[in-house]
């Protein structure tokens, strides 16, 4: 069993809707990250928090908004998406921000129609 | 700037036999970590091996090495005793030693193990 969850695990949603993926890890890492893997890119890093606080944005569009309430926890608010927003969002932690390993959640599968 | 270059789109190999995956690295910083993930269908990112760019060992985790040839910029993931299992995407890595946090990921190389 992986320490990091992701739910929903699938998500299907319109162009005008609002939804959000949960990320929640078990590890007591003090940082968390989101990643991007679209089907013909490498994986893109989207946001990177550390101790709750936002220390990148990798000039991610608007219509994807971070949350981090605490260290255990990490949202990514989507709204009015696009279909090439459709991709595999991955969350990660690792114990600090300059930690040799990521630890990934399983995924959330994201189709925008 | 940082890069990783994955030549091999999909590789195949027999059941028990070993296999190569190739990785090639760029980047002006002295200091960095290389690291090997794995992702089966589920999606999930499996670490399997790190390698940090002072170590004068190549790094091994159980099957897996690291070919790690540091002049040439290259860490290849060499799995031995391929199992049925082993069948995934796997992904180079690279991270930045001083003060970087950033790790960006090679493009992927699928292996498919055949019985």
């Known amino acids: 069993e992986t320490g990091v969850t992701q739910t929903p695990r699938h998500l299907v949603m319109g162009m005008t809707n609002k939804k959000s993926l949960k990320c929640e890890q078990h590890?007591?890492?003090?940082?968390m990250y989101w990643y991007k893997q679209s089907a013909k890119k490498p994986l893109e890093l989207m946001f990177v928090y550390s101790l709750e606080e936002r220390v990148e944005n990798n000039s991610v569009p608007s219509r994807f908004s971070p949350e981090c309430p605490n260290s255990s926890h990490l949202f990514l608010h989507l709204h009015t998406l696009q279909p090439e927003d459709s991709a595999l969002y991955l969350c990660?932690?690792?114990?600090?921000?300059?930690?040799?390993?990521?630890?990934f959640g399983e995924g959330s599968w994201l189709t925008v129609v | 700037a940082q890069k990783i270059t994955q030549t091999q789109p999909g590789m195949f190999v027999q059941e028990k036999e070993a296999v190569t995956l190739d990785c090639t690295y760029d980047?002006?910083?002295?200091?960095?970590?290389l690291f090997w993930y794995k992702q089966p269908s589920s999606g999930e990112m499996i670490f399997l091996i790190y390698?940090?760019?002072?170590?004068?060992q190549n790094a091994t985790e159980g099957r897996y090495s690291l070919n790690f040839q540091k002049a040439r910029k290259s860490a290849n993931l060499v799995i031995s005793a391929s199992q049925l299992g082993d069948s995934a995407m796997y992904f180079c890595?690279?991270?930045?030693?001083?003060?970087?946090?950033?790790?960006?990921f090679g493009a992927g190389t699928r292996l498919f193990v055949k019985a």
């Open positions: 590890l007591g890492h003090n940082a």
């Open positions: 890595a690279m991270r930045e030693g001083n003060g970087g946090f950033k790790t960006i």
């Open positions: 980047t002006s910083d002295p200091s960095y970590g």
């Open positions: 390698q940090g760019s002072y170590d004068q």
């Open positions: 990660a932690s690792s114990p600090a921000l300059l930690s040799n390993t990521i630890y």
